[in-house]
C-alpha cells in the first residue's frame, strides 16, 4: 500500500508539476524529457525503459526483494505518468510554483519508497548503491548525481531549466531524507 502511494506521488509530481514545464526531476527523467523533445517518445516509455538496466543491476546489488518492489514502483510511476500526461490539463500554475509543489510531492513519494525498501529506479537505484557502501545519505548522493545529468539537459532545452531543476532537486533530496528517517514522536503520558 504504501509503496503504490509513494509511486502514485512520484508519477504525479512528473507528470502534473515538473514535465509540463521540461523540469527534470532526475537523471533519468531529464533522459525521458530529451527523448520526448527530440523524437517525440512516451515518457513513460522512455522511463521503463532506461529503468531495465537499472533495474538489473539492482537485482545483483541490492537484493532480490529490493529489485521486485523497484520494479513495481517504476512501473507504477510510468502508468501514472502516462496516464496524466494525457489526460490531465496541464500545466497547474506559474513554473516557480508548480516545481515547488512538485518538488514536495515527488521528494514525499521516494522518502516513502525508500523507507519501505525500495527505490524509485532511475539514479534513485545508483544512490541506494553508493549510499550502501559509503554510508552517505542516498538523498545527498542523488542530488550530486542528478546535478550533472540536469545540466546536460539544461545545455540543451535552456539555461533556466537548470535552475528550476536544481531547486526542485535540493527540495526533493531534503524531504527524501526527511522521509526516509522519520520517527513518529512518542506520546506524552497522560496528566494523572
Known amino acids: 500500500m504504501w509503496l503504490t502511494f509513494g509511486a502514485f506521488l512520484q508519477g504525479l509530481a ?9 523540469i527534470p526531476s532526475g537523471g533519468v527523467a ?5 527523448n520526448d523533445y527530440f523524437f517525440d517518445v512516451s515518457l513513460g516509455l522512455t522511463l521503463w525503459t ?23 514502483c517504476v512501473a507504477i510511476t510510468s ?21 515547488v509543489y512538485g518538488a514536495i510531492i515527488f521528494g514525499t513519494g521516494v522518502g516513502i519508497l525508500f523507507r ?4 524509485s529506479g532511475g539514479m534513485d537505484i545508483v544512490a541506494l548503491i553508493l549510499s550502501k557502501w559509503t554510508g552517505k545519505k542516498p538523498g545527498t548522493i542523488l542530488f ?29 533530496t531534503r524531504l527524501i531524507d526527511f522521509v ?3 520517527s ?4 506524552a503520558k497522560p496528566f494523572m
Open 14 to 22: 512528473m507528470a502534473a508539476f515538473l514535465f509540463p514545464h521540461n
Open 30 to 34: 531529464g533522459i525521458a524529457i530529451l
Open 50 to 72: 532506461i529503468n531495465f538496466g537499472l533495474l538489473l543491476l539492482a537485482l545483483k546489488t541490492l537484493g532480490k526483494q529490493t529489485a521486485l518492489w523497484t520494479i513495481y
Open 79 to 99: 502508468i501514472v505518468v502516462d496516464w496524466m500526461s494525457t489526460h490531465a490539463i496541464i500545466p497547474y500554475n506559474g513554473t516557480l510554483v508548480d516545481v
Open 116 to 119: 519501505f525498501g525500495a527505490s
Open 144 to 172: 550530486l548525481i542528478n546535478s550533472f545529468v540536469l545540466l546536460g539537459t539544461s545545455l540543451t532545452l535552456g539555461i533556466e531549466i537548470i535552475l528550476f531543476a536544481l531547486m526542485c532537486q535540493w527540495i526533493s
Open 180 to 182: 526516509r528517517t522519520v
Open 184 to 187: 513518529p514522536k512518542k506520546t
